[in-house]
């Protein structure tokens, strides 16, 4: 007879890794840095891009009993042109945090590929949390990819996100003349404030290059969304204007 915390082991998850090289080429989706306010999960691929001085990013999925797939593809970024070894932690959690599974996954400057088949056994619901490794000092990360698959995922209802996912409250890199650099808070209705009280805008410009204008006072940017990292200049992505701020 099998023990019930056996049984309980394998509910979730019976994971086998694959790692090997791809090409990534999908659409951008936000993701969330708190954990207690996961990113749902949709159909087809979910991209971000990790960055260890931002923090961890979370996504949620449902499922039914079955058989089920989460494939994560992983890029690490590049440090002043040269190609860097990144490992990135793979966590999968139940929604009350407790840790059900933790995988490793290592990008040598090209892309690697984790696959982890499951065989659910009832219905339930799944946080995975992406989490960068490295020091604080050098900047270390890169992009990746979720793609669920199986019978036994639940997507109904679910719905990417749309210009509004640059929400949120961001730290500003890249000092304007006129005031200092601080947080700055980008509400869904297109509004921005500051720390000490100014008032801005934001519009989007370019829908599905995530192309934003953005306003403040006499201040204007235009500045690509990396959702999870922040908002970057457009013609050169490495620099980040105003880099996103963990939620708690």
């Not at 923090?55 to 058989?67: A, D, H, I, M, R």
């Not at 996100?161 to 949120?168: D, L, M, S, T, Y």
């Not at 601080?182 to 008032?199: L, P, S």
Request: with cysteine.
């Amino acid at each position: 007879m099998q023990h019930p915390r056996d049984r309980q082991s394998r509910t979730l998850l019976i994971f086998s890794v694959l790692f090997h090289t791809l090409t990534l080429v999908s659409p951008v989706f936000a993701q969330s840095l708190n954990q207690r306010a996961p990113t749902p999960l949709v159909a087809g691929e979910n991209h971000g891009t990790l960055d260890n001085m931002v923090g961890p990013q979370f996504w949620v999925f449902k499922y039914l009993k079955g058989p089920g797939k989460v494939t994560i593809n992983f890029t690490s970024m590049g440090l002043f042109g040269n190609r860097q070894n990144t490992t990135i932690e793979v966590v999968f959690l139940d929604p009350n945090g407790k840790v059900i599974d933790t995988k490793s996954l290592t990008s040598h400057g090209t892309a690697a590929q984790l696959e982890l088949p499951a065989n659910f056994v009832h219905p339930g619901t799944m946080v995975v949390e992406l989490r960068p490794t490295g020091m604080a000092l050098v900047r270390a990360g890169g992009d990746y990819s979720i793609v669920l698959s199986g019978p036994a995922i639940d997507l109904a209802g679910v719905k990417a996100a749309g210009p509004e996912q640059i929400a949120g409250t961001y730290s500003m890199m890249v000092c304007p003349p006129d005031f200092d650099c601080q947080a700055v808070r980008f509400q869904a209705n297109g509004a921005v404030m500051t720390a000490d009280g100014r008032n801005g805008t934001w519009k989007i410009f370019d829908p599905d290059g995530l192309i934003y204008t953005v306003a403040i006072g006499g201040d204007r940017w235009s500045l690509k969304l990396i959702p999870g990292r922040g908002l970057v200049n457009v013609s050169d992505t490495s620099v980040v204007v105003f880099q996103a701020v963990k939620g708690r």
